[in-house]
């Protein structure tokens, strides 16, 4: 079975599970998969705030535990601020949308139309890092052809996960160093998902909302795949990349003309459990990538692996919701006790991808 056929596997499983008492010990065996909870209508009066899309009212909870099948639910509604409960795909679309998917997964011009874009010089810039005799002053001469990674790496290295101190660094060279080899792979990596070219205005939130969650889940996989002896570096790339076959396939949703734009949400949903992981991996086979980054698509990955990426994308998912004010605090702390992600790490984790979301918007 491969990767992602089995983390989604873990993902759509129905296990229950109580929370444990405060005063026992996390169970690493243990998961977020909780009780289902059905949502309440939209209402059409509902107030927006200046700055927060509208979003479906789902009942706060603090004693039933969502099941990662409605965290993920939930999480899509409050992205499409619209209620996936009420919208049907009909058997005609159904075979249509089948058929776009297929196309993505098959056509290799189709794909590049509405693929994250890479740029020339990425490939070559991971080589360089991934050359252990490369030396500081040729991956300094890499990154440099490359404005959108130099960028980035400033930002970073100013960033509290590598300047806790917060002492002002404006030097390249010495941003280079600070960061290190695979922190340089993280950001290079990060830079491919600069968003489609032929993405609408009007879908700007998805797509903000879809690179934080990737964020989120990527920092969430490396930190706590790291004291279980796991390749943080993988981790990473796993939580980075682990949709981006639903960001390729919600923009070409948003071009086809025979789709009407209020049932955009509908369709992109409904064509979730078909295949998108095989789409994921001819992206990036597509852009040449390492064998290193490829293996998060095969059966190369371990099982322990699987599980930090499925921790990692629930609890993505619940951070968002619990900033939507969709759950709250106490919700969202049993769900993190569940997935075994212990206070202190939970902290790290919102501040450390709260910065990287807040530094790719400056």
């Known amino acids: 079975m491969r990767f992602v056929d089995r983390v989604i596997e873990i993902l759509t499983s129905d296990i229950l599970i109580f929370s444990a008492p405060e005063d026992e010990e996390d169970s690493d065996d243990s998961a977020a998969f909780m009780h289902e909870k059905e949502l309440e209508p939209m209402s059409e009066n509902q107030p927006k705030t200046e700055n927060t899309p509208s979003t479906p009212q789902l009942e706060k909870s603090t004693e039933t535990l969502l099941s990662s099948t409605q965290i993920k639910q939930d999480f899509y509604q409050s992205i499409f601020q619209a209620n996936l409960n009420t919208l049907r795909v009909l058997q005609p679309q159904r075979l249509h949308l ?160 025979s789709i009407a734009p209020e049932n955009k949400a509908c369709h992109f949903y409904y064509l979730q459990p078909f295949n998108l992981n095989k789409l994921s991996e001819e992206i990036i086979k597509q852009w040449q990538l390492s064998e290193e980054i490829s293996d998060i698509f095969s059966n190369k990955t371990s099982a322990k692996m699987q599980k930090v990426l499925a921790k990692a994308i629930v609890l993505s998912q619940a951070i968002h919701l619990c900033k939507m004010n969709l759950i709250d605090d106490a919700a969202f702390n049993r769900i993190a006790l569940a997935l075994s992600v212990k206070q202190s790490l939970l902290e790290k984790i919102i501040a450390l991808s709260d910065d990287s979301i807040n530094a790719k918007k400056h």
Do not use: W
């Open 98 to 257: 089948h058929e776009l998917l297929e196309e993505l997964i098959t056509d290799k011009q189709a794909r590049r139309k509405f693929m994250p874009q890479l740029s020339a010089t990425t490939p070559k810039v991971l080589q360089c890092l991934r050359d252990e005799s490369s030396s500081i002053e040729k991956i300094i001469k890499f990154i440099h052809k490359d404005a959108f990674i130099s960028a980035a790496v400033l930002k970073a290295s100013n960033s509290i996960l590598y300047n806790p101190g917060n002492q002002r660094i404006d030097s390249f060279e010495r941003a280079v160093v600070i960061i290190g080899r695979t922190g340089l792979k993280s950001i290079a990596c990060t830079s491919m998902l600069k968003p489609a070219p032929q993405i609408n205005k009007e879908d700007g939130y998805f797509e903000d909302a879809i690179y934080a969650h990737s964020q989120r889940t990527a920092i969430a996989a490396q930190l706590i795949a790291e004291p279980l002896g796991l390749n943080p570096f993988i981790a990473y790339m796993a939580g980075l990349f682990h949709n981006i076959g639903e960001v390729t396939l919600y923009h070409r949703i948003s071009q086809d003309q």
